[in-house]
């Protein structure tokens, strides 16, 4: 989603799409590809820390924050993937278009599920403590998960059933900018976007108030793990409202131009970064890096440290079996 060669909201600017010289296109990308593979880096470390200890696979609360972590891999990789392709090709075939845009769509959906989820199960181990384990089970998560994938596809269906029964096969095999406007171009579905996001953020919104607003009366036995998952909840509100510079995209463009008319290639550019890299860099450092027992392994495998008792017990085992 190239905002720094063209964006359909802007054109009544300019009809001419403008571009930019290939020194600037070659710097933004190599910042770009850069920061998608360091943030990828540290999202696959919390990965590979996940599934390398059992703790973190048996706990509810762990499964869903990778699986926030895998959504946001993929989120990022597709739109820095495409953000790539509309400098080289600058268009691309519909039908690749369309599997692109369903799987960022999707995985754009996912985040603020995922976060009323994490809100919930925190409510249940606060609120409900002696349930917790009987409600919260590794079972139900793996289901919630396909649950949550599934409403995330939802709002995508439509649109591809709609351009399927009305657009020509001949449009299929053209190319485009793959951008969601232009390829799932009927007035309908621009209106059914609109009220499908709000119907799911208000969904979200008030999961979060609901179990903030009981956690904070929870009883006061359980003062400090009531204040602690406060706290997290205010963290997943701060997540989705980073979520939502997704669709505030094109006001924040209009702002950013007029502040600085001249510089629309910059503008846009640095819209982009803050919709798409912003969000998905500071996903890990919210929750991975908050939480001292995913922190302490975290740091080992991210700075491919090696546990220096463990190697010299590995040593010596291997010595006493040569010997």
């Given at each position: 989603?190239?905002?720094?060669?063209?964006?359909?909201?802007?054109?009544?600017?300019?009809?001419?799409?403008?571009?930019?010289?290939?020194?600037?296109?070659?710097?933004?990308?190599?910042?770009?590809?850069?920061?998608?593979?360091?943030?990828?880096?540290?999202?696959?470390?919390?990965?590979?820390?996940?599934?390398?200890?059992?703790?973190?696979?048996?706990?509810?609360?762990?499964?869903?924050?990778?699986?926030?972590?895998?959504?946001?891999?993929?989120?990022?990789?597709?739109?820095?993937?495409?953000?790539?392709?509309?400098?080289?090709?600058?268009?691309?075939?519909?039908?690749?278009?369309?599997?692109?845009?369903?799987?960022?769509?999707?995985?754009?959906?996912?985040?603020?599920?995922?976060?009323?989820?994490?809100?919930?199960?925190?409510?249940?181990?606060?609120?409900?403590?002696?349930?917790?384990?009987?409600?919260?089970?590794?079972?139900?998560?793996?289901?919630?998960?396909?649950?949550?994938?599934?409403?995330?596809?939802?709002?995508?269906?439509?649109?591809?059933?709609?351009?399927?029964?009305?657009?020509?096969?001949?449009?299929?095999?053209?190319?485009?900018?793959?951008?969601?406007?232009?390829?799932?171009?009927?007035?309908?579905?621009?209106?059914?976007?609109?009220?499908?996001?709000?119907?799911?953020?208000?969904?979200?919104?008030?999961?979060?108030?609901?179990?903030?607003?009981?956690?904070?009366?929870?009883?006061?036995?359980?003062?400090?793990?009531?204040?602690?998952?406060?706290?997290?909840?205010l963290l997943h509100?701060?997540?989705?409202?980073m979520c939502m510079?997704?669709?505030?995209?094109?006001?924040?463009?209009?702002?950013?131009?007029?502040?600085?008319?001249?510089?629309?290639?910059?503008?846009?550019?640095?819209?982009?970064?803050?919709?798409?890299?912003?969000?998905?860099?500071?996903?890990?450092?919210?929750?991975?890096?908050?939480?001292?027992?995913?922190?302490?392994?975290?740091?080992?495998?991210?700075?491919?440290?090696?546990?220096?008792?463990?190697?010299?017990?590995?040593?010596?085992?291997?010595?006493?079996?040569?010997?």
């Amino acid at each position: 989603m190239n905002f720094s060669a063209y964006n359909s909201t802007q054109s009544n600017i300019s009809s001419t799409p403008l571009r930019d010289t290939f020194a600037t296109a070659l710097t933004k990308n190599i910042i770009v590809v850069v920061l998608c593979i360091s943030i990828n880096y540290i999202n696959a470390t919390l990965i590979h820390t996940f599934f390398r200890h059992s703790i973190f696979k048996e706990n509810p609360r762990y499964i869903l924050f990778v699986h926030l972590v895998v959504n946001d891999m993929i989120q990022l990789t597709i739109a820095v993937l495409l953000h790539v392709v509309s400098y080289v090709f600058f268009t691309i075939n519909v039908s690749l278009c369309c599997v692109l845009l369903m799987i960022a769509i999707s995985t754009t959906y996912n985040t603020p599920l995922n976060l009323a989820s994490m809100a919930v199960e925190r409510y249940i181990a606060v609120c409900n403590p002696l349930r917790h384990a009987q409600i919260c089970t590794v079972r139900r998560t793996h289901a919630l998960i396909g649950i949550i994938w599934t409403l995330g596809v939802v709002p995508i269906l439509p649109d591809l059933f709609v351009i399927l029964a009305t657009e020509p096969v001949s449009f299929f095999h053209s190319s485009v900018f793959c951008n969601r406007d232009p390829v799932f171009r009927h007035p309908y579905l621009r209106e059914k976007k609109n009220i499908s996001f709000i119907a799911y953020l208000c969904l979200v919104w008030l999961t979060l108030v609901y179990t903030y607003f009981r956690i904070l009366f929870a009883a006061k036995a359980m003062k400090s793990d009531a204040r602690k998952a406060r706290n997290t909840i205010l963290l997943h509100a701060a997540q989705l409202c980073m979520c939502m510079f997704t669709y505030i995209g094109p006001l924040l463009d209009t702002v950013l131009l007029y502040i600085f008319p001249m510089y629309v290639l910059e503008m846009r550019f640095t819209s982009y970064l803050i919709i798409h890299i912003l969000p998905r860099f500071l996903s890990p450092i919210i929750y991975g890096l908050r939480d001292k027992v995913f922190q302490k392994y975290f740091k080992r495998y991210l700075l491919c440290k090696v546990d220096i008792s463990i190697h010299q017990k590995n040593v010596s085992t291997v010595k006493s079996l040569h010997s």
